[in-house]
């Protein structure tokens, strides 16, 4: 008897686009990561209620936003959603307080291995379901 393949769906919002299409590229090689949303930030939230992703991977540093009440705001439209702050700021305390406003992980986006790591071990809990 076959199995059907799980996949997952990933939402990337960061406002730089060279940052959006590194992540978007790595993702697409991954045949597990099927469906793949690349947006800016200011449509980041409508995205998130629209699609329900799976992970949803979402920079700190904002240049029209903050990053803290998007946070929470993807946290409201996405409550099951594996929140990912990937961000090149090294802050302690914000990293804390990201991850008390809903965030699941706060990673430097040097850590690009362990936001794959993270997607696959959200495949895992897909794929039990």
């Not at 799980?6 to 730089?16: F, G, N, R, T, V």
């Not at 990937?86 to 291995?113: I, M, W």
């Amino acid at each position: 008897m076959g199995s059907e393949l799980k996949a997952i769906s990933i939402l990337i919002a960061d406002d730089a686009q060279i940052d959006r299409e590194q992540l978007r590229r790595t993702f697409s090689q991954v045949h597990q990561f099927s469906s793949l949303t690349v947006c800016n930030t200011s449509i980041a939230a409508e995205q998130v209620k629209l699609l329900q992703p799976d992970v949803v991977v979402l920079d700190t540093q904002l240049p029209h936003r903050n990053g803290l009440q998007l946070l929470k705001e993807i946290r409201r439209y996405g409550p099951t959603a594996v929140i990912v702050m990937f961000t090149a700021d090294p802050s302690v305390v914000l990293k804390e307080v990201c991850l008390e406003a809903g965030a699941n992980f706060y990673l430097h986006k040097t850590q690009l291995r362990e936001l794959i790591d993270i997607c696959f071990d959200r495949l895992a809990q897909v794929e039990r379901r």
